[in-house]
């Protein structure tokens, strides 16, 4: 398997324009994360899904954010209008939603508002 | 609610030096816990775990016992090399309500020559 996978790598995008950034889970995996890491606040969870289901997205900044998860393949987050306070690595996760099982992360996509 | 809490760096190693980063957390039932490393403009990768009170995990030289009469799990390596440089994280997964992962705030390791 190629891991989880996440698009783009990198995204320069100007202030108030939409962003969608994309992942795709390790194939099996039922549950998925979707985390911010910055400097100031460090590795913080956003939003995550159990079975394409969200479960708690008490994590998600506010309503300019979004995810979905139409199927158990495919997730997005989407950021509208974006700021430039959302410069950020995000990444996603996957994991087989068993207790002691690790979760997977992809490489992260380094979003930059301008 | 669940937490982790680990200690503060960044933490400077000549090679060669014996390290411990400092891990405690709160939870209710019996969690597994987890150090995760991220290395430079990388993702997070699972370092070791635990799933259950006295185990110990070890990988690549590093290693970490479950503490539950102290509600810790300490992370130690006997020897530091300059490519153990990297961001280290404690985590927790908590029993029932979903398969949340709760980090610690992660800390920062550089091995000097």
């Known amino acids: 398997d190629a891991g989880v996978i996440q698009s783009p790598r990198h995204e320069v995008t100007e202030m108030g324009q939409e962003v969608t950034l994309r992942c795709k889970p390790i194939?099996?995996?039922?549950?998925l994360f979707w985390y911010r890491q910055t400097m100031m606040r460090g590795l913080e969870l956003l939003i995550y899904?159990?079975?394409?289901?969200?479960?708690?997205d008490s994590g998600m900044p506010e309503d300019r954010f979004s995810a979905k998860m139409p199927n158990a393949s495919f997730s997005t987050l989407k950021i509208q209008p974006s700021e430039p306070r959302d410069s950020a690595v995000y990444f996603c996760?996957?994991?087989?939603?068993?207790?002691?099982?690790?979760?997977?992360f992809g490489q992260g996509t380094r979003l930059t508002v301008v | 609610g669940n937490s982790v809490t680990q200690m503060e760096g960044p933490v400077t190693l000549s090679e060669e030096a014996f390290l411990t980063i400092n891990c405690t957390y709160t939870a209710t039932g019996y969690p597994s816990l987890f150090w995760y490393v991220q290395y430079p403009g990388e993702g997070l990768q699972l370092l070791l775990k635990?799933?259950?009170?006295?185990d110990k995990g070890s990988n690549k030289g590093f290693e970490a016992t479950y503490r539950k009469e102290t509600t810790s799990f300490h992370l130690e390596k006997g020897s530091v090399q300059v490519s153990d440089s990297a961001v280290y994280f404690c985590?927790?997964?908590?029993?029932?309500?979903?398969?949340?992962?709760?980090f610690g705030t992660g800390t920062q390791l550089k091995v000097e020559l």
């Open positions: 985590a927790l997964r908590a029993t029932g309500g979903g398969n949340k992962l709760t």
């Open positions: 635990a799933t259950k009170a006295d």
């Open positions: 194939s099996g995996h039922n549950s």
């Open positions: 899904f159990n079975n394409n289901v969200p479960i708690d």
């Open positions: 996760a996957s994991s087989l939603g068993i207790q002691d099982t690790e979760a997977f």
